[in-house]
């Protein structure tokens, strides 16, 4: 794919594919690709199964179809984008058994799924007791930046029974299919990317830590909150956030 095609899927919004998310994302049922939305489980899944769309067998995230029209590259651009993570989980899973603290995180895995496809998100990983969401322009729209604060602010109020950290972060990453031979994903990577993740790993239970300018966007209709500068790990700049309890 040409750098003006991945400009046109991922900065101007590819028709074909946002038309292909509006109707897959009203089909059961989880898990489902990634990028198109297409599912994998339920009639759905076997459906569209049959007609090329299955899991692929590189990676199981995206569907077949995604896959081989994507061959390896992308371009850097502006992003938003979320992560989120449950507390203590060790000691939640010690106190409970195997799938009394899988369905939990099930649970988990399927708010946030909910939550960040209505605000048009990308999600790009659930491992482990975290997920990661991509807000790209092309998917989520012109307002792709407040759509990140407020899915952010959001899914920490969804999850209020569970000890969840969010955090948001937006910024210039490289997105894309990236790997090598038979490992390979899209995905986006990139200091926006690594401060994120930085930034939810200072998000206590029950907080969501929104890097300042992406507050800025949301302040009208959530006031309040702390002001902090954060220094984080392996970077040289201090970051300026906004703490918010939900």
Sequence with gaps: MKPLEWQALLVDGYEPLKKAQRLFRRLPRDPRCKLCQNPFGGVGGKLFGWMGRKPSRKNPNLCQYCFDHLPTGGIELDIGVVFADVRSSTAMGERATATEFAARLNEFYATATDVFVRHDGLIDKLIGDEVMALFLPGLSGPDYRRATALAAIELASA?????????????????????????VDFTALGDAVNVGARLQSNASPGEVVLAADLYDLVAADHPGGRQERLTVRGRDEPVDVRVLSV
């Design 159 to 183: 999850v209020h029974d569970l000890p969840v950290g969010v955090a948001a972060n937006a910024g210039v990453a490289f997105v894309g299919k990236v790997g090598v031979g038979s490992i």
